[in-house]
């Protein structure tokens, strides 16, 4: 905490602690630039629980910002992060997406109607106008050793997918505290199994209890294991789909 109160410009208005995004990149590119060795590192973000309250402009991603098409030059971003859901991991890839050089879903080639990872609507599909500003991008820097490298995975770094993480935490509770337990067989939202990529939370452990289906964590199994069926939910997740693991 001691470090982040160089680069963190919060304010405190009516008991609501907000950060403002504009300040708090700059400075905390100041202090990267400090402070990280650049020839181990391309980007470094900035995870904060704090809600961000852009005073400048609208701001097309309301959780997260970044410089645009600095992956190559140290490049900064901040994304917000509850810290008990990986509720932050879609607007970070869309501030790398924006480092990487692709615009804003915001013009009428790319509308933002069509709720993809660049627009104000977030989903995780690339648009035709970010596939094609990446494949320029990347033609026009194949000499640049940022594109080139082999990078080496940190010796601390263990693989694994939120779904790993629950197993030892309360889901149910993560996405809404009033409804901390998995809905009971009986009770109209118990979902039997994790095939629809949904769990049933409710108010407590009753037949006729109160509850709302969520989109169980990224990696939870939706397949039958025994038949060899090794799919996993994901981003997908949200139209009631699986993708291959």
């Keep these: ?10 304010e405190n208005e009516l008991e609501v602690e ?3 995004p504009t300040f708090t990149l700059g400075l905390f590119q100041r202090w990267v630039q400090r402070n990280i060795k650049s020839e181990n590192d391309d980007i470094v973000f ?13 701001g097309i991603s309301k959780n997260g910002y970044s410089y645009f098409n600095e992956i190559c030059s140290l490049g900064v971003g901040l994304v917000r992060d509850s810290g008990v859901k ?10 790398i997406a924006h480092m990487l050089g692709s615009p804003w879903d915001i013009t009428d080639a790319c509308p933002e109607s069509g709720k993809t990872l660049m627009a104000p609507v977030s989903k995780p599909q690339l648009s035709v106008c970010t596939k094609e500003a990446l494949r320029q991008i990347y033609n026009n820097n194949t000499k640049d050793a940022c594109w080139n490298k082999t990078p080496k995975p940190d010796e601390s770094f263990i693989g694994s997918l939120p779904a790993t993480y629950f197993q030892k935490e309360n889901y149910c509770f993560t996405q809404r505290q009033e409804r901390p337990f998995e809905c009971p067989e009986g009770n109209n939202y118990y979902i039997a199994n994790a095939t629809r990529c949904r769990v049933g939370c409710c108010i407590n452990t009753t037949s006729d ?4 289906p969520y989109p169980v964590p990224d990696g939870t199994a ?4 025994k038949s060899g069926d090794s799919n996993r939910c994901g981003w997908s997740c949200e139209l009631q789909l699986c993708h291959q693991h």
Excluded: N, P, Y
């Design 86 to 95: 990986f509720d932050g991991v879609l607007s970070m890839a869309q501030q």
């Design 222 to 225: 939706c397949g039958d294991e």
């Design 46 to 58: 900035l995870l904060t629980s704090i809600q961000i309250d852009d005073h400048v402009g609208t």
């Design 1 to 10: 905490e001691e470090e982040e109160s160089h680069f963190e410009k919060t």
């Design 209 to 212: 209890a109160r509850g709302f």
């Design 18 to 20: 907000t950060l403002d």
